[in-house]
């Protein structure tokens, strides 16, 4: 079982920044990708971005809605990591859900946090 704490939601102006950060603790498994992603209501959720952390590597991926606004980044070698907001937009108002994914095909999910951005 893996425990995720997320910390950072909130309410913004629209133009401003927010950062999210999430915190996977207690894996006994090697954590291969952590992500975030967001559910508006009466919707799915939807992949914000993700970054790889296991040993083969891959690409960073963003939703191309917060592409050039948002980026995701690790905390040096920790399973912590970071999604600055720059340019909020209205249309980003959602829960946002820190998202990990295991070698052994474990996914697990935050409780999720709410961003709110006013105009």
């Known amino acids: 079982q893996v425990q995720l704490v997320e910390s950072g939601g909130g309410s913004v102006q629209a133009g401003g920044s927010l950062r999210l950060s999430c915190a996977a603790l207690?894996?006994?498994?090697?954590?291969?990708?952590m992500g975030w992603y967001r559910q508006f209501p009466g919707k799915e959720r939807e992949l914000v971005a993700q970054i790889p952390l296991g040993p083969s590597g891959g690409n960073i991926d963003y939703a191309d809605s917060v592409k050039g606004r948002f980026t995701i980044s690790r905390a040096g070698g920790r399973n912590t990591v970071y999604l600055q907001m720059n340019n909020l937009k209205s249309e980003d108002a959602a829960v946002y859900y820190c998202y990990v994914k295991t070698r052994r095909g474990g996914d697990y999910w935050g409780q999720g946090t709410q961003v709110v951005v006013s105009t």
């Open positions: 207690r894996s006994l498994d090697i954590i291969t990708k």
